[in-house]
C-alpha cells in the first residue's frame, strides 16, 4: 500500500503548487512587460541617450547570471517559498525605487537588484513546477507555464500603453501586481519542494550535463530579446509602416503563445526530447531563411512570424520539461539555474549581434543573424542526437 500511495503522489498533479509557480512567473512576465518599456521611456524623457539606455538595460541580463547560481544557495538555506517571498518582497520594492530615485547611475545597481529577484522568481518557479508537474504530463504543464509567462509579457505591454509613464502610477501597478504572487506562494509554502542537499559540483555544470537544452535556451534568449527588440527596425526598412510592424510583432508573440501547450504535450509522448528540439531548431532556421523573400506580402509574412514565433518559444518549453525529465531535488534546482544562466548570456549576446550585423550588412543583417543562430543549434543539435544517443 505504501508503495502505491507514493507512486500515486509523484503521478497526481499538485495544483496549489502549480498555481503558486504560475502566480509567480505571471508576475515576472507582467513586470518585466511592463518595466521594459516604461524605464526606457523614462530615460528617453529625461535626456539619456540610447547608448545609455541600452546600456543600463543590459543590467537585466547581468543580473541574471549573478543571480542564477545564488538562488540555489539561498532555497537550500532558507527554503524554496521562504526564497521566493523575498524575492517578490525585494523586486516589489526596487519596482518602486524607479519612481521614487531619479539619478540615472543609481538605476545601474537597482536594476540588478531587480533582476536579481525576478531572476530568482524564475529559476524556483520552473522548479517548483517541474517538481509538482507528474511526469506524464509534464510537457503540458510546462506549455501551460510558458503561455502563461508570455501573456504576462502581453499584459505588460498592455498595461503599459492603458496608464503610460506619467506619475506613480504604472510603478504602483507593477508593484501591486508583484505582491499579489505572494498570496498563492504562501498558501502553498507546505507544498514547496525542499533542498536538502546541495548539489554535485558548481551549477554550471549541468549546462555541459544537458548541453542540447542548454543550446536551445541560449538560441531562444538570443533570438527573442534581440530578434524581437529590433524587429520593428527590419520591418520598417523593409517598408512597413510603424503600425503594420507592430501587428507583425504581436503575430510573432501571438505564436510565442498559441504553441507551447500542444508542443509541450507532444513532447510528453516523446522519451528523447533532443530530437523535438532539433525539429524546432530546423523549424526556426527554415522561417529565417525564408524572413528576407516574403516581405513584400505582409499576409505571408505574418503566417510565416506566427510559426517562427512558436519555434522560439518550443525551443524554451522542450527546454526546461528535458530538465524535468533528466534530474530530481537539489540536481534540479540547479540545473535550473544554469539554464536560466544560459538565456540570460544568450539575451546579452543576441541583441549585440543582431544590431551589429544590421550595421554591417543592411536590413539583411536581421535575418542574417537570426540564421547563424540557428544554424550553430542545429548542427551542434544533430550532432548530440546521432553521436551521443544516451548522453543529453
Known amino acids: 500500500m505504501t508503495d502505491q500511495r507514493s507512486v ?6 499538485h495544483w496549489p503548487s502549480l498555481i503558486a509557480a504560475i502566480s ?5 512576465g507582467i513586470a518585466i512587460g511592463l518595466g521594459l518599456p516604461l524605464l526606457s521611456i523614462l530615460l528617453e524623457k529625461r535626456g539619456i541617450s540610447s547608448s545609455l539606455t541600452g546600456l543600463n538595460t543590459a543590467m537585466a541580463g547581468i543580473a541574471a547570471m549573478i543571480a542564477a547560481p545564488i538562488t540555489t544557495r539561498v532555497a537550500h538555506n532558507i527554503g524554496v517559498a521562504p526564497a521566493m517571498l523575498w524575492a517578490v518582497l525585494i523586486s516589489a520594492i526596487s519596482a ?8 540615472f547611475w543609481a538605476w545601474f545597481p537597482l536594476r540588478i537588484v531587480f533582476h536579481g529577484a525576478i531572476t530568482a522568481l524564475f529559476i524556483l518557479s520552473e522548479f517548483w513546477i517541474n517538481v509538482a508537474a507528474s511526469p506524464e504530463r509534464r510537457g503540458m504543464i510546462l506549455g501551460i507555464y510558458a503561455t502563461v509567462l508570455s501573456i504576462g509579457f502581453a499584459a505588460g505591454n498592455v498595461i503599459f500603453s492603458a496608464v503610460g509613464s506619467e506619475g506613480f502610477l504604472p510603478f504602483g501597478i507593477g508593484a501591486s501586481i ?3 504572487a505572494a498570496i498563492p506562494i504562501f498558501l502553498a509554502r507546505h507544498e514547496s519542494p525542499e533542498l536538502d542537499e546541495k548539489p554535485m559540483g558548481h551549477f554550471l555544470r549541468y549546462l555541459l550535463l544537458v548541453p542540447t537544452a542548454s543550446a536551445a535556451v541560449f538560441v531562444f534568449g538570443a533570438v527573442e530579446a534581440g530578434g524581437m527588440a529590433l524587429f520593428p527596425l527590419y520591418a520598417t526598412r523593409e517598408g512597413f509602416s510603424e503600425a503594420q510592424s507592430g501587428i507583425l510583432l504581436s503575430t510573432m508573440a501571438i505564436g510565442n503563445v ?14 528523447d526530447r533532443r530530437a523535438l528540439l532539433t525539429v524546432i531548431g530546423i523549424v526556426g532556421l527554415i522561417g529565417s531563411v525564408l524572413l528576407p523573400f516574403v516581405t513584400h506580402d505582409w499576409r505571408i509574412f505574418s503566417v510565416l512570424l506566427l510559426f517562427f514565433g512558436g519555434a522560439i518559444a518550443g525551443l524554451y518549453t522542450v527546454g526546461l520539461s528535458h530538465l524535468g525529465s533528466r534530474f530530481r531535488g ?7 539555474a544554469a539554464f536560466i544562466f544560459s538565456y540570460a548570456v544568450g539575451t546579452v549576446a543576441g ?16 535575418p542574417w543573424s537570426i540564421t547563424g543562430f540557428f544554424v550553430l543549434f542545429v548542427v551542434f543539435a544533430i550532432v548530440r542526437l ?3 544517443p544516451r548522453k543529453t
Open 8 to 13: 500515486q503522489t509523484e503521478d497526481s498533479i
Open 24 to 28: 509567480a512567473i505571471s508576475a515576472v
Open 96 to 103: 518602486l525605487g524607479f519612481y521614487y530615485i531619479e539619478n
Open 178 to 180: 508583484i505582491l499579489v
Open 258 to 271: 498559441i504553441f507551447q501547450i500542444p508542443v509541450g504535450m507532444l513532447s510528453d509522448r516523446l522519451k
Open 330 to 336: 537539489s540536481e534540479l534546482a540547479a540545473a535550473n
Open 351 to 366: 541583441p549585440q549581434a543582431i544590431g551589429t550585423a544590421m550595421d554591417l550588412f543592411g536590413s539583411n543583417g536581421y
Open 386 to 388: 546521432f553521436f551521443h
